[in-house]
């Protein structure tokens, strides 16, 4: 099994849990205990917050590991903090694929040509490089599974992600954003919308990467603020798995996904960020958990989420 998107629905399948956490670790949202600290520290306050982020995503992870199948680092979280940052985005990556989670990077990158292919390097890679000298190897230890990017530069924008059949990437179709419209909703000469034409692009150009499952190695990012869209997208794409961002916080519900799922009850990877690891800032959970057991709340959100899903698709 060496597709990413096999190994994707193997996990799905031995946890029976459709989950994906997101690790956006917003600075105004963490305990407030543990920012005092790194706020005190008389060291750089990049390295001190970058400390602060690290220890709060392994306890994230250590809590949702058994329950979610993927998480979603938010790489500009990371990036805000420079180097310090980008080090501890190493050190996340490399903590949740030692725990058996799949590692989805959601940076939206790409570009043209021998900028994509780098970008796909960076974040997907071996550590092999080719120069003019021949090829060259390096030591890599983090590589992420997958990675959101731009579909906007057609499909040689889009090959370098998915060269790799154990690497994944989910182009935007359809975001959960309320501005997405101003773009994603123009009409072609056809009448058909602009989000439906990438749509079904994105189908075409994954027909190559498919796996055991019948699904392929590229996917999709459809938000799940926009159930009616959601619901097109699903019948256009049969092959093409969903992730779905848009749960809980910014206001989507489990009705609202479950379009988003094929027949077969597969299809669709829901994420959820702040409703799970800020879940003990929350209610209910701030009524049962304190500050210092933001990992257990997040635990118990991330089961709650995982039951309402499954329930919701029997």
């Known amino acids: 099994m060496n597709y990413f998107i096999d190994k994707l629905i193997d996990g799905i399948e031995k946890k029976k849990s459709h989950i994906c956490v997101g690790l956006d ?12 600290n790194a706020l005190d520290n008389p060291e ?30 938010q790489m500009a979280f990371y990036e805000v903090l420079g180097n310090f940052g980008i080090s501890v985005l190493e050190e996340t990556v490399k903590y949740a694929k030692n725990k058996g989670l799949i590692v989805i990077l959601d940076g939206k990158r790409n570009d043209i040509g021998s900028t994509a292919r780098a970008y796909a390097e960076a974040y997907l890679g071996d550590g092999k490089l080719e120069t003019t000298g021949g090829e060259v190897k390096y030591a890599k230890e983090v590589i992420a599974d997958a990675i959101t990017i731009n579909p906007y530069f057609g499909f040689d924008g ?8 154990e690497r994944g990437a989910f182009p935007l179709v359809r975001t959960s954003n309320p501005g997405a419209g101003e773009l994603q909703d123009l009409k072609l000469a056809d009448g058909r919308k602009l989000y439906q034409e ?12 498919r796996g ?6 590229l996917g999709a990012v459809v938000g799940a603020t926009y ?38 009850g597969l299809g669709a990877l829901i994420n959820s960020a702040r409703g799970i690891i800020f879940a003990y800032s929350r209610e209910p959970w701030s009524e049962e958990y304190e500050e210092d057991e933001y990992g257990q709340a997040a635990r118990a959100a991330a089961i709650q989420m995982r039951d309402e899903i499954n329930q919701a698709l029997e």
């Open 44 to 73: 750089s306050k990049r390295l001190a917050l970058a400390r602060v982020i690290r220890i709060f995503n392994q306890t994230i992870i250590d809590n949702i590991a058994e329950v979610a199948v993927a998480v979603k680092p």
């Open 158 to 165: 889009i090959e370098p992600f998915i060269s790799r059949e």
């Open 25 to 36: 670790p917003h600075l105004d949202q963490l305990p407030p205990s543990m920012l005092k």
């Open 212 to 217: 055991e499952n019948n699904y392929s190695n």
């Open 227 to 264: 159930p009616g869209e959601l619901k097109q997208l699903r019948k256009l794409m049969p092959h093409t798995y969903f992730l779905i961002p848009g749960y809980g916080a910014q206001g989507g519900r489990t009705d609202d996904v479950l379009a988003g799922f094929n027949e077969d």
């Open 198 to 209: 990438v749509g079904r692009l994105v189908e075409k150009w994954g027909k190559e990467v």
